[in-house]
């Protein structure tokens, strides 16, 4: 009796141990990359602030998913909390939030980069859907940005939490998105808005965060299991759509079946998107090579 006590007190003690192990080993990894500095050398944006721009910087702001994470004032807010994996929140990003006293350029490769002006990296902030957005769309969003009313609002502050240090560990969280950013200096011209599917892969870079990189689908990194799955957006699952029902879908949040869409898919800012955007998307994902079900890979 005594000996089988021991026996289950030492395999216990050797879990225990192995899983402190880990832990800090997990914890180690994240806080080495996150201890990284990362240099960024793009040409200095030409700022201009007259209505127009803003009125574009606006748009960006409202249809690209600033506004999911940083709220419609720029004042911050609890984007998600996966318990054990994560608490994700978008920071005030107001003149009297985080982005105070930032350059444009400054603000331009947190964006695009996910790079702080610091030269360290953000943790979470899906900077790898913005890193081919225009110069001339970046100067608009960055002048949108420090045009913001001063918000005095603290939301606070993205934790990664264990079970998301262990996953990161081995490698089934991308978190730090700079790590993954071609970060070589170059002008980038955006597409002609046009109803063509070279515009259309331009905006659709906002929906490869949670789509997944082909758009074929995938579990939003880093949300509980109880979040919907994003789904598989080429012909292969849209097969039966037209491009009215696409519109509809994202103007409405209503699939051709009159199924609601979750609204964790933020299809409210995207119902702001204009026909040529609506039609440049459909356009792109149309031109896609169909993916075959998740059920037959
Ligand atoms: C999915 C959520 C999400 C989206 C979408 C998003 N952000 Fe963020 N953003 C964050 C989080 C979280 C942080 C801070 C924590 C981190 O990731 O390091 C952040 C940080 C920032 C910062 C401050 C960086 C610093 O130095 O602290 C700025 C500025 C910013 N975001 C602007 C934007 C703009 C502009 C857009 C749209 C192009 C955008 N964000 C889209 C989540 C998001
Ligand atoms: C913040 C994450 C997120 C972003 C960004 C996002 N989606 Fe989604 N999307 C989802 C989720 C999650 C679902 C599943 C919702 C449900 O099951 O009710 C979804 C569902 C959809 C659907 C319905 C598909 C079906 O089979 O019913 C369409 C269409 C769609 N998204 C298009 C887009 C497009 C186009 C973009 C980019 C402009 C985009 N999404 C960006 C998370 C996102």
Request: aromatic letters at 8%.
């Amino acid at each position: 009796m005594r000996k089988l006590l021991n026996a289950i007190v030492m395999v216990f003690g050797a879990g225990v141990l192995a899983a402190v192990v880990l832990l800090a080993l997990a914890w180690w990894k994240t806080g080495r990359d996150l201890a990284r500095t990362y240099s960024v050398a793009d040409l200095p944006l030409s700022i201009r602030r007259d209505p127009g721009t803003l009125l574009q910087g606006a748009h960006i702001y409202a249809t690209r998913g600033c506004v999911d994470c940083h709220g419609g004032d720029g004042g911050g807010k609890l984007v998600f909390d996966a318990g054990p994996v994560i608490r994700v929140v978008g920071p005030n990003i107001t003149p009297a939030g985080v982005a105070k006293g930032m350059s444009a350029d400054q603000l331009a490769a947190v964006i695009r980069h996910g790079v702080k002006p610091d030269g360290h990296p953000l943790v979470f902030m899906p900077s790898g859907d913005f890193q081919a957005l225009g110069d001339a769309d970046t100067a608009a969003l960055v002048a949108y940005v420090q045009a913001m009313r001063p918000v005095s609002h603290d939301p606070g502050k993205t934790r990664i939490r264990p079970l998301g240090y262990v996953l990161y560990l081995f490698g089934r969280f991308p978190l730090i998105p700079a790590a993954r950013i071609d970060h070589a200096p170059r002008a980038r011209t955006a597409p002609e808005p046009a109803p063509t599917p070279a515009y259309g892969r331009y905006l659709a870079q906002a929906c490869t965060g949670c789509h997944g990189p082909g758009l074929a689908g995938q579990h939003v990194p880093g949300t509980p299991p109880s979040f919907p799955t994003a789904q598989d957006l080429t012909p292969g699952n849209l097969a039966a759509w037209t491009q009215d029902d696409f519109r509809r879908a994202l103007r409405t949040g209503k699939r051709p079946d009159g199924s609601t869409i979750d609204p964790f898919m933020p299809w409210r800012n995207f119902a702001q998107m204009n026909d040529v955007e609506i039609a440049a998307l459909w356009a792109y994902l149309r031109s896609l090579p169909a993916f075959p079900p998740h059920s037959a890979r």
